[in-house]
């Protein structure tokens, strides 16, 4: 089993939608996670970290499922410059994030 | 603060030259980190490193790649006798510790 693992879609949604994206682990022991954002060509940036009673910033809320082991974030009312790869990120305790593959997003008109 | 700085932004190299990556890292970040990604590929993890100390590298090849975070000095990913297979995006990402990393715009080499 891979340590992080997302479903790679692409998930085609039109402009105004929700879309949800999950994100599972497989460390127990994992200590921290964050969502990031990659455009095409683009280096990664940090989208949000993810608290274990949840967080939510505009559009986007986040939440984390320990007993489950598995993240996901909630995009409403999708824009098209929502249209990305979302990563998910788990920090396991051995300060070396662990990358998704990511989630490909494709907001259309 | 300039954020974390990678040059060059394009590196090409011919197969068997070397190539010489450098990441200056955010100002108070001792955290530095590797990754490369290949084409429609996800960010695969190389090296973790505090200065003067490679504290993890089992993501890196064996043979023909180094990395090093000197006491002065950005950080250099080197990678000796380029293959083809070794064209990529490599992103250097830094942090302080426990917290979310800040990822360089990266280099993209390309091996002819």
């Known amino acids: 089993r891979k340590e992080v693992e997302q479903d790679p879609g692409p998930f085609n949604v039109p402009e105004g939608a929700t879309v949800a994206f999950n994100c599972t682990y497989s460390?127990?022991?994992?200590?921290?996670f964050f969502w990031y954002r990659q455009d095409c060509r683009k280096e990664p940036k940090l989208l949000m970290s993810?608290?274990?009673s949840g967080n939510e910033d505009g559009r986007f809320t986040a939440q984390l499922n320990r007993a489950s082991q598995y993240i996901s974030l909630l995009i409403r009312d999708s824009k098209l410059s929502d249209s990305a790869t979302y990563l998910c990120?788990?920090?396991?305790?051995?300060?070396?994030?662990?990358f998704g593959r990511g989630t490909s997003l494709i907001v259309h008109p | 603060n300039a954020g974390v700085m990678q040059n060059p932004r394009h590196l090409v190299r011919r197969r068997g030259q070397e190539a010489r990556l450098r990441c200056s890292p955010m100002?108070?970040?001792?955290?530095v980190y590797w990754y490369r990604q290949l084409p429609e590929e996800g960010l695969k993890f190389m090296v973790y490193?505090?200065?003067?100390?490679?504290?993890?590298e089992s993501g890196m090849p064996k043979e023909r790649f180094s990395a090093e975070f000197p006491k002065e000095g950005p950080s250099i990913l080197r990678i000796q006798q380029v293959v083809r297979g070794d064209s990529a995006a490599y992103f250097c990402?830094?942090?302080?510790?426990?917290?979310?990393?800040?990822f360089g715009s990266g280099t993209r080499l390309t091996v002819v």
């Open positions: 990402a830094s942090s302080p510790p426990e917290e979310p990393s800040t």
């Open positions: 460390n127990s022991a994992s200590q921290s």
């Open positions: 100002k108070g970040h001792s955290h």
């Open positions: 490193l505090q200065k003067e100390n490679i504290i993890d």
């Open positions: 990120v788990v920090n396991g305790g051995s300060y070396i994030p662990t």
């Open positions: 993810v608290y274990s």
